[in-house]
C-alpha cells in the first residue's frame, strides 16, 4: 500500500460543476500538507498548503482530516483552466530528516 | 514565474553515460530538492541539499548524487545511466527555517528532460 494515495480519475466534470478530491496517507506522524497542481508536461505549482482549521483561497476549499487520515480538495463552480492533474502532498520527519511523499495525482478534465 | 530555473532543457543520452542537471534556487531560498518524475507518475524524491548538506534522501542508488553551492544553486549527477532513469528531472527550491520544522512549500523549476536510448 502506498504511503499517501489518490483515486487517480479522470474525473469529468461539465464547466460550473462543483468537484471533490480526496487524499489518504497512512503515517500517523505526517505533519505538513499540501496540493500542487500539474499540468501536462509542466512542472507541479503549488496550488495551496492545507491548514488544521482548514483553508479557502476563491473557489478551492481545503480541509484535513487527522482522525480518518486524509485531506481534500474542493473545486467550485469549475473553469476549463481547472483541467489538470492535482497532486497530494505529505511531508513528515523521517529521522534527522524531511520526507515528502507524493500521491500519483488525480487527473480532472472540466467539459464545455 | 517561480524563479527557479533548469538546465538543460532537454538532453538524450545513451546507456553507461553519465549526467549532470544544474538548478538555479529561488532568491532567498536555501534549500534544494531533487525529484525524478517518469511519465505519468508522481514525483519521486530523489534528495535534498540545506546548506550544501545533503540534508535527506530517497529510494535512489548511489550513482545518482548531488552537490549544493554556496550561492543555493545546486546539480543532480547521475553516473552508469540506465533506460529507466529516462524521466523528467524537476528542483524545487523552499526555504528551511531550521530546526525539525515541517517543510515549507516547495516551488519547482520547469524540469530537464532525460531520454536514456
Known amino acids: 500500500r502506498k504511503e499517501v494515495e489518490q483515486d487517480p480519475g479522470p474525473f469529468n466534470v461539465p464547466e460550473g460543476a462543483t468537484v471533490a478530491f480526496n487524499c489518504t496517507y497512512s503515517n500517523s506522524a505526517s505533519q505538513s500538507f499540501f496540493w500542487y497542481r500539474q499540468d501536462c508536461r509542466k512542472e507541479p505549482k503549488l496550488l495551496m498548503s492545507?491548514?488544521?482549521?482548514?483553508n479557502e483561497d476563491g473557489r478551492f476549499t481545503a480541509q484535513l482530516n487527522r482522525a480518518s487520515q486524509y485531506i481534500s480538495l474542493l473545486i467550485r463552480d469549475s473553469k476549463l483552466s481547472d483541467s489538470a492533474t492535482y497532486l497530494c502532498v505529505v511531508s513528515r520527519n523521517a529521522g534527522n530528516n524531511r520526507k515528502l511523499i507524493w500521491g500519483l495525482g488525480t487527473s480532472l478534465a472540466v467539459n464545455p | 514565474e517561480t524563479g527557479v530555473t533548469q538546465s538543460p532543457t532537454h538532453l538524450i543520452k545513451t546507456r553507461g553515460q553519465q549526467v549532470t542537471l544544474r538548478c538555479s534556487s529561488q532568491s532567498g531560498h536555501n534549500t534544494v530538492s531533487w525529484y525524478q518524475q517518469a511519465l505519468g507518475q508522481g514525483p519521486q524524491f530523489i534528495f535534498q541539499?540545506?546548506?550544501?548538506?545533503?540534508?535527506g534522501r530517497g529510494n535512489f542508488p548511489p550513482r545518482f548524487s548531488g552537490l549544493q553551492f554556496p550561492n543555493y544553486s545546486s546539480e543532480l549527477n547521475v553516473n552508469a545511466l540506465e533506460l529507466d532513469d529516462s524521466a523528467l528531472y524537476l528542483c524545487a527550491s523552499s526555504l528551511r527555517a531550521g530546526g525539525l520544522s515541517p517543510y515549507n512549500e516547495q516551488f519547482f523549476g520547469p524540469g530537464t528532460r532525460l531520454t536514456v536510448l
Open positions: 492545507v491548514y488544521s482549521s482548514g
Open positions: 541539499y540545506y546548506r550544501e548538506e545533503e540534508n
